[in-house]
T-cell receptor, first 111, second 112 residues
Framework: NAGVTQTPKFRVLKTGQSMTLLCAQD?????MYWYRQDPGMGLRLIHY???????AKGEVPDGYNVSRLKKQNFLLGLESAAPSQTSVYFC??????????FGSGTRLTVV | GENVEQHPSTLSVQEGDSAVIKCTYS??????FPWYKQELGKRPQLIID?????GEKKDQRIAVTLNKTAKHFSLHITETQPEDSAVYFC???????????FGTGTRLTIIP
């Protein structure tokens, strides 16, 4: 039982490049989330999903896309990376209205 | 939507003393209030949560209190230890809401 696994853990991108962050959970959770964390700004919700095949926008969705083709996976895509997207990205999941389980994070630097 | 405010943003206490972090929320329908601890370079981890049908919950040196009338809840850490140094986040949600709303975090430093 690995919980929530994020890949990759670190990545450096050049401006304009694209990439996909993968979040996988083995707890059969319905809800999954992508957050970004910047210094002094706490956790900001990018996109989330309430079940397989569903996605919804959070508070900072611009520049990101997501997909949830399988219940256990939630992908976050950056189509054209910008320096403003330099951040630490956390995925989280939850079974219902209870606490989140977070992944270990992806540290992304866009140069 | 829900708005959660957290105070203070930084807190330093002597080892062995108590620490209190407070959060207020705006949505009177909120009924689930978790607290997360995030150590430097690590993921946030759930340390305690409370639901609106109780006013207080304890787990060893950690306790959370809830005042639904005033719409605020607090984290209390007693007999603080160096390993309590971390950033703490509060959050709020209700059973009809699909996501948690987080506070902006409190950086707690325990002074040896």
């Amino acid at each position: 039982n690995a919980g929530v696994t994020q890949t990759p853990k670190f990545r450096v991108l050049k401006t304009g490049q694209s990439m996909t962050l993968l979040c996988a959970q083995d707890m059969n959770h319905e809800y999954m989330y992508w957050y970004r964390q910047d210094p002094g700004m706490g956790l900001r919700l990018i996109h989330y999903s309430v079940g397989e095949g569903t996605t919804a926008k959070g508070e900072v969705p611009d520049g990101y896309n997501v997909s949830r083709l399988k219940k256990q996976n939630f992908l976050l895509g950056l189509e054209s990376a910008a320096p403003s997207q330099t951040s630490v990205y956390f995925c989280a999941s939850r079974p219902d209205v209870s606490g989140y389980t977070f992944g270990s994070g992806t540290r992304l630097t866009v140069v | 939507g829900e708005n959660v405010e957290q105070h203070p943003s930084t807190l330093s206490v002597q080892e062995g003393d108590s620490a209190v972090i407070k959060c207020t929320y705006s949505d009177s329908a909120s009924n689930y209030f978790p607290w997360y601890k995030q150590e430097l370079g690590k993921r946030p981890q759930l340390i305690i949560d409370i639901r609106s049908n109780v006013g207080e919950k304890k787990d060893q040196r950690i306790a959370v209190t809830l005042n639904k009338t005033a719409k605020h809840f607090s984290l209390h850490i007693t007999e603080t230890q160096p390993e309590d140094s971390a950033v703490y986040f509060c959050a709020a949600s209700n059973f009809g809401n699909e996501k948690l709303t987080f506070g902006t975090g409190t950086r707690l430093t325990i002074i040896p």
